[in-house]
């Protein structure tokens, strides 16, 4: 089922995805496709805000221990974000695509701060908008911060890229029966503990606010710009 066009969209990719499929730090290659796709979105006139995580280089929970603290390992997790964040900047640029790099935290040598009137000035002057940082404090993962800051932005949508092509009804990876699921209330994706495809406290916060979601695998061409532009794809979350 198709949905009305959106105006603004944030599109939330997984520093796994920025990985690339041979397990790089930063694959410039899948950078430079996702610019190709992202390209399609603006010139749909698409306004396009991108969160970015940082699980390639650095995922805060899973190096939190022997010493390091939850909060510094999450802190180390973040600034793993800001290098995604410039590369995918940069090859953005080069790719034809206005591309302004912000930042929750002060990296002010490398990035400008995320401050929502300058995020909106660069929205209306079609750039699109990758935001580096988290939400910039700790105990919350990138998925959260991607829900906060479409709230923030005022987006119609939250497309989360994801590795599978929706939400199924059991592990696919498990079981061959299971069944892809074209819409799904946040009722169920918050309850239904076979769900993991995105953080249950940024479903929640989704949920309270009334803001859809779309679990989507954004590597199949073409996909990026049909979930931006209101058309069928993967799984819908309202």
């Not at 300058?118 to 998925?143: F, I, N, Q, S, W």
Request: net charge negative.
């Amino acid at each position: 089922m198709d949905h009305q066009p959106y105006k603004r969209v944030l599109l939330k990719l997984s520093g796994e995805q920025l990985a690339g499929e041979n397990g790089s730090r930063f694959s410039t290659d899948t950078a430079a496709w996702l610019a190709e796709e992202v390209k399609k979105v603006v010139e749909a006139g698409v306004q396009v805000v991108i969160m970015v995580g940082g699980g390639n280089i650095v995922r805060g929970a899973e190096i939190a221990g022997e010493g390091i603290k939850r909060v510094t390992a999450d802190q180390m997790g973040m600034l793993a974000t800001i290098i995604n964040a410039l590369a995918l900047t940069d090859i953005f640029e080069s790719h034809g695509i206005k591309t302004r790099c912000l930042s929750n935290i002060y990296a002010s040598q490398v990035a400008e701060p995320f401050v929502h009137r300058l995020a909106e000035k660069h929205l209306a002057k079609g750039r699109v908008v990758v935001v580096a940082g988290g939400l910039g404090r700790p105990y919350l993962t990138t998925d959260t911060g991607a829900v906060s800051l479409a709230l923030e932005l005022g987006c119609d949508i939250v497309l989360k890229a994801t590795k599978v092509d929706g939400v199924y009804d059991k592990d696919p990876a498990k079981f061959e029966d299971a069944q892809k699921l074209d819409e799904v209330s946040f009722q169920q994706a918050v309850a239904d503990s076979d769900i993991k495809v995105m953080d249950k406290a940024a479903m929640g916060l989704a949920m309270e606010h009334n803001l859809p979601l779309i679990i989507f695998d954004a590597m199949q061409e073409d996909n990026i710009p049909k979930a931006a532009t209101g058309q069928a794809v993967g799984t819908y979350i309202k």
